[in-house]
């Protein structure tokens, strides 16, 4: 084509310009018309975009509440400074009364106090004192044994404060241990406090204890009863029971529902 063209600039001079002139004025009139379609439907292409980008944008501001009220519920949880306890449920059919005893307490650091130890026990049972030989060294002056003890006879719960300087001995979590007590966020660290019932073979008693399971997976050879939580101070007690009934789930009901519910104060 190149070459046709130089040949009909020599012999022709005058056809020769009029030729490349229309041809570059037909050909963008005709491309503008067929991109007019195509300009059009990226437009409503861009519409559709922004509209669904606006209705989705839309969406996610309206969920935000939702997570405000998550957390909201979330900020009703006890607070590392609150407390939480499960203990096991009265048993039925069984009328409870209040005894207490007191406890002479003298320390160097708190002096001389006088601690109120209550006990709630079927109406039923009898709570009785069992006085120990005194020793001057001991912090508790009065120090005694207090036996509690079924109408029948058949189980005796013996309550005994740790009289003498008390530091606590730890063992591995026993494997017939059993909650009746579940305290959340105790002391400052927050941490979950258990107080079990197991059976140990070496006495042939039933004993109850404090213990960490999920931090330590321990238990002390105390039950642990606080009387001025301002101070943090309490009353170590070796807890035992002697049960020779056939009975027993009815029993144990019972005497867990003792050791909950013990509770001490200064007068």
């Known amino acids: 084509m190149e070459n046709e063209n130089l040949s ?5 001079p005058v056809a020769t310009p009029v030729q490349p002139q229309i041809q570059p004025q037909t050909t963008p009139i005709v491309n503008q018309k067929g991109f007019l ?24 501001n309206n969920s935000v509440p939702q997570t405000v009220n998550t957390n909201m519920e979330n900020q ?15 048993p039925a059919n069984v009328t409870w009364k209040t005894e207490s005893v007191q406890i002479q307490k003298e320390t160097a650091v708190s002096g ?18 069992v006085a120990k030989t005194p020793n001057l060294n001991n912090m508790i002056k009065n120090c005694a044994d207090y036996v509690l003890t079924s109408i ?40 979950t406090s258990y107080t079990v019932r197991y059976f140990d ?13 999920d931090a330590s997976n321990k238990v002390m050879d105390t039950t ?20 020779t009934g056939s009975d027993k789930d009815s029993l144990l009901a019972i005497t867990d529902k003792i050791v909950t519910t013990l509770s001490a104060k200064t007068n």
């Not at 861009?46 to 209705?55: P, T």
């Open 76 to 90: 009703n949880q006890p607070l590392p400074t609150q407390t939480t306890i499960y203990s096991s449920p009265s």
């Open 201 to 213: 073979s070496a006495t042939n008693k039933y004993r109850y204890v404090d213990g960490e399971k």
């Open 152 to 191: 029948d006879s058949k189980a005796t719960l013996t309550v005994s404060p740790m009289c003498a300087g008390w530091a606590a001995e730890y063992s591995d979590w026993p494997q017939n241990a059993f909650t009746i007590k579940k305290e959340q966020n105790v002391g400052v660290d927050g941490h």
């Open 112 to 129: 001389n106090e006088n601690i109120s130890l209550t006990f709630q026990i079927p109406f039923d049972w009898t709570l009785k004192t």
């Open 37 to 60: 379609p195509l300009i059009f439907g990226v437009i409503i292409l861009l519409v559709v975009v922004a509209g669904g980008a606006y209705y989705f944008g839309t969406q996610n």
């Open 224 to 243: 642990i009863v606080t009387y001025n939580k301002a101070t943090g101070n309490f009353l170590p007690l070796n807890v035992t029971l002697a049960y």
């Open 8 to 12: 009909q600039s020599t012999n022709n």
